[in-house]
């Protein structure tokens, strides 16, 4: 476990992954089909998908009208055990195993898969040249990696913006998306000599938002997930003032609460040479 960040093992522990699993949202159709698009025509495919959490993506890829079909086996990677534990429960499919490993230690045989998916977790990765070997050394060849990131998008809204800037204030020095440290991929040693040359994506769209999915979801950030219950009770009252203000907030029913949550999500995907 040397090889996860510290924040992660605390924040992504034993008995926070039920919340995070009710509380994040899933994946945009058009950004499953662009990864879908990346990988070409074959229609029984292997994925690896490392970081793979409570599972949200890999229901939401499995769901998918092109994906359903086209996947024949997918190894889900996942460093802690309260996340395999939920993983286990709510995907049930036959074609999908889960194991512990980490970005760098996948534990998949040489030239397996044809997909390496990181969903909503790279930014957590302790050394990109690593794991930019590891990806390519189980890649089959022209393999395709996706990383994928959903993230509330501050310039959707004022009330976001303000929501984003309370909760961050508690990051503690991880190297969360938002910050980019991830690009150092890009210029390592091992990504440079076996992968192509990146492409970006990004989606901007809304969510249904209510009060509580937005509490919720802050709650689910590992870095709120570790804070004290004094402290937990002060960012949900100080969202609960965020969202009295409403500024920015367009409602969907005001008599049900609903309202547009702005979000992004954000595809980077790279070819094996």
Excluded at 33 to 43: D, E, L, M, P, T
Excluded at 89 to 108: I, L, S, Y
Aim: net charge negative; glycine share 8%; proline share 4%.
């Amino acid at each position: 476990m040397a090889t996860v960040h510290k924040l992660a093992q605390a924040g992504f522990g034993s008995g926070t992954n039920e919340h995070y699993d009710r509380a994040r949202p899933s994946y945009q159709p058009a950004a499953l089909s662009h990864i879908r698009q990346a990988v070409g025509a074959s229609s029984s495919l292997n994925v690896v998908e490392i970081g793979s959490g409570t599972g949200i993506f890999t229901r939401a890829l499995l769901a998918h009208p092109e994906w359903a079909t086209s996947v024949k086996q997918l190894k889900a990677v996942e460093p802690s055990e309260g996340m395999r534990e939920v993983f286990t429960k709510t995907v049930t499919d036959e074609r999908v195993t889960v194991a512990e490993g980490t970005f760098d230690t996948t534990g998949v045989e040489d030239g397996w898969a044809d997909l390496v998916v990181v969903a909503q977790a790279f930014h957590w990765c302790p050394d990109y040249d690593k794991a930019s070997a590891e990806f390519a050394r189980i890649l089959k060849p022209n393999g395709i990696v996706a990383v994928i990131w959903n993230l509330e998008d501050r310039d959707g809204a004022a009330w976001v913006a303000q929501l984003r800037d309370r909760i961050e204030g508690h990051e503690q020095g991880t190297p969360q998306f938002r910050l980019g440290l991830w690009r150092a991929t890009f210029s390592t040693p091992s990504y440079t000599r076996l992968f192509e040359s990146p492409e970006e994506r990004t989606w901007s769209y809304t969510l249904p938002g209510t009060r509580d999915i937005v509490i919720n979801r802050a709650l689910s950030k590992s870095y709120v997930a570790v804070l004290s219950p004094d402290e937990k009770e002060k960012v949900v009252k100080d969202i609960n003032a965020i969202l009295d203000r409403k500024d920015g907030l367009v409602w969907t029913d005001e008599e049900k609460g609903i309202f547009e949550y702005p979000y992004g999500t954000f595809v980077v995907v790279w070819k094996k040479k």
